[in-house]
């Protein structure tokens, strides 16, 4: 066993002479010398590499910290003035808000006393200290049309689209807003609805029931939704005008008109946010006769405007879990 084991350890140690001997040599010396030089310049460029990662992250991280504009809300409303007060009055006190746009279309200007009502009660809702501007903005033709007019100066990116007879609580209004700044491109809303073709291969218009059968949407109302600023312009200046003109004829679908051109832009969905929702008024458009009809009409008049059908269906909802026992 001994003398196996000197004839080990004398092959090892022959072995480790050989490789010193081999190594030794001038050529294979620079070989040895390159591959260590090039693996700290490697092991350098790592390190700054991931230096410079670190300063951009970091810038990243301060920019976004910085903060946000807000949203403005754009509230239609046609002599409700009782709901005008309690919506005004609700939503003034909401974070984030910066400005609320009434969109006035009546034959007869706001009186005095309902100003200083709404300003009185706009000033005493907003919170820390904060200012909320408020306009009016005045309708010489009565037509859907106006709640969608370009804003001058409009400095919030984020319009809230909104009727004076809904109310939505402040945190459910914040969290649309948050969802709506992850893709501020496309339409975020409270009350989705839908479409489809029938056997003819024309389109339906589906209504809620629709939606919570199928599980699916195409389509948020803008009663209740926020959408870039940059649609008012483009509804009012680049959408076809004969689409326009349907919506003033028959009183009818400014809100599908929107989602229409929304989704022609993006080639996207919607989001539909689920928030709670409270109805303050009992009369509206979607309470009269035929309305779905109507809504129908609407839906294959304005794919054949557009030349296609521009509304995508989908099935994602936003939620928030915060507020959810099971998630």
């Known amino acids: 066993m001994m003398m196996r084991g000197s004839l080990l350890f004398n092959g090892n140690r022959r072995t480790v002479q050989r490789f010193r001997q081999f190594a030794m040599q001038p050529k294979i010396k620079l070989i040895l010398c390159c591959c260590i030089a090039l693996s700290v310049i490697l092991l350098l460029c790592r390190g700054s590499s991931f230096v410079e990662w670190t300063d951009s992250s970091?810038?990243?991280?301060?920019?976004?910290?910085?903060?946000?504009?807000?949203?403005?809300i754009l509230m239609n409303t046609?002599?409700?003035?009782?709901?005008?007060?309690?919506?005004?009055?609700?939503?003034?006190?909401?974070?984030?808000?910066?400005?609320?746009?009434?969109v006035w279309s009546e034959p007869d200007p706001p009186s005095k006393s309902l100003k200083k009502n709404l300003y009185n009660v706009v000033e005493k809702n907003s919170r820390?200290?904060?200012r909320v501007e408020l306009q009016f903005d005045i309708n010489e033709e009565d037509s859907l049309n106006n709640r969608f007019k370009e804003i001058?100066?409009?400095?919030?990116?984020?319009?809230f689209s909104i009727d004076d007879d809904v109310i939505f609580p402040c945190s459910?209004?914040?969290?649309?807003?948050?969802?709506?700044?992850?893709a501020p491109d496309t339409?975020?809303?409270?009350?989705?609805?839908?479409?489809?073709?029938?056997?003819?291969?024309?389109y339906i218009y589906g209504g809620w029931w629709s939606v919570w059968w199928t599980g699916t949407?195409?389509?948020?109302?803008?009663?209740?939704?926020?959408?870039?600023?940059?649609?008012?312009?483009?509804?009012?200046?680049?959408?076809?005008?004969?689409?326009?003109?349907?919506?003033?004829?028959?009183?009818?679908?400014?809100?599908?008109?929107?989602?229409?051109?929304?989704?022609?832009?993006?080639?996207?969905p919607p989001i539909w946010v689920k928030g709670k929702i409270y109805e303050i008024g009992s009369t509206g458009i979607s309470s009269m006769g035929g309305h779905t009809e109507k809504r129908t009409q609407c839906v294959n008049r304005f794919a054949a405007e557009f030349g296609r059908m521009p509304l995508v269906s989908t099935s994602v909802k936003a939620v928030d879990s915060?507020?959810?026992w099971f998630w």
């Open 58 to 72: 970091t810038e990243l991280v301060d920019r976004f910290a910085l903060p946000r504009k807000g949203y403005a």
């Open 78 to 102: 046609w002599k409700r003035y009782d709901l005008l007060k309690e919506s005004i009055s609700h939503y003034a006190s909401c974070p984030g808000l910066d400005s609320i746009h009434i």
């Open 128 to 130: 820390q200290g904060r």
């Open 152 to 159: 001058k100066d409009l400095e919030a990116d984020a319009v």
């Open 172 to 182: 459910s209004v914040k969290f649309a807003f948050d969802v709506w700044q992850s």
């Open 187 to 202: 339409m975020v809303g409270f009350v989705p609805r839908n479409h489809w073709k029938d056997d003819t291969g024309n």
């Open 217 to 268: 949407y195409s389509m948020v109302l803008s009663k209740a939704a926020f959408f870039h600023k940059k649609y008012l312009r483009v509804y009012t200046k680049e959408m076809p005008a004969s689409i326009r003109e349907y919506v003033t004829k028959n009183r009818n679908c400014e809100d599908i008109a929107m989602s229409f051109l929304v989704a022609n832009v993006t080639g996207s």
């Open 322 to 324: 915060r507020n959810l």
